[in-house]
């Protein structure tokens, strides 16, 4: 079975200031691992990928992972945020069974303060 | 192209009553999950579809069912609503041969 935590259910960060939201995953097969953002009200919108290659994945809005098999981590950076940064993040885990569903983390709330 | 949508935006049922959702993908796209997003229990992934065919189903109750059509378009049907399944349910659709997928903005239930 595929499991997902994201340890920090919120993140406060001041404008400008570089963030880090963790994502650890459990999987006994290869995954495909992805970070998805949640506007309020709205639904997800994909930020970036990993399906395989470079460990070191960039995505949209400045955003970027690092895939760390060893570590089973897959966690997101921004060096810089801005106010528009303010939503939920989700980390999602596929593979495996070959129906491509998603395990999703519990999501991390990110504010960020001017 | 025009993203995967959703319709009703809003939907307010009673209990016991019937609730019918639906998604049309992404154009190209011929798989569609369902995912249901509550309060306190996150993202679960309810049902897939593919090619018009039910391949795979997540931890709910038979009530929760649906259908895909010949254009790839879904309908999720919920029977004998309870009012734990008020939540935003939320469909997505992924071409074939990749494996990330696109989600629509979501049909919020609400049961009272």
């Known amino acids: 079975a595929q499991s997902v935590t994201q340890l920090d259910s919120q993140v406060p960060v001041f404008e400008e200031a570089p963030v880090e939201l963790r994502c650890n995953y459990s999987?006994?097969?290869?995954?495909?691992l992805f970070w998805y953002v949640q506007y309020p009200n709205q639904g997800l919108q994909l930020l970036l990928k990993?399906?395989?290659?470079?460990?070191l994945v960039k995505g949209i809005n400045g955003f970027e992972a690092e895939f760390n098999k060893s570590q089973t981590s897959f966690h997101l950076r921004k060096p810089s945020v801005h106010i528009s940064d303010t939503a939920e993040y989700f980390c999602?885990?596929?593979?495996?069974?070959?129906?491509?569903?998603?395990?999703f983390g519990t999501g991390t709330r990110l504010k960020v303060l001017a | 192209e025009a993203g995967v949508t959703q319709s009703p935006t809003h939907l307010i049922k009673t209990r016991g009553q019937q609730a019918t959702l639906r998604c049309s993908p992404i154009?190209?796209?011929?798989?569609v999950y369902w995912y249901q997003q509550a309060l306190g229990l996150g993202l679960q992934f309810l049902l897939w579809?593919?090619?018009?065919?039910?391949?795979n189903r997540g931890n709910f109750p038979p009530r929760f069912s649906g259908r895909q059509f010949p254009n790839y378009s879904s309908e999720l049907n919920v029977n004998a609503l309870e009012l734990e399944d008020s939540a935003l349910y939320l469909c997505?659709?992924?071409?074939?041969?990749?494996?990330?997928?696109?989600f629509g903005p979501g049909t919020r239930l609400t049961v009272t």
């Open positions: 997505a659709s992924r071409p074939q041969g990749t494996y990330e997928q696109y």
């Open positions: 999987s006994s097969v290869s995954v495909y």
């Open positions: 990993y399906l395989s290659g470079s460990t």
């Open positions: 999602a885990v596929s593979g495996a069974s070959g129906t491509y569903k998603y395990i």
């Open positions: 154009s190209g796209h011929t798989s």
């Open positions: 579809y593919d090619e018009g065919e039910e391949r």
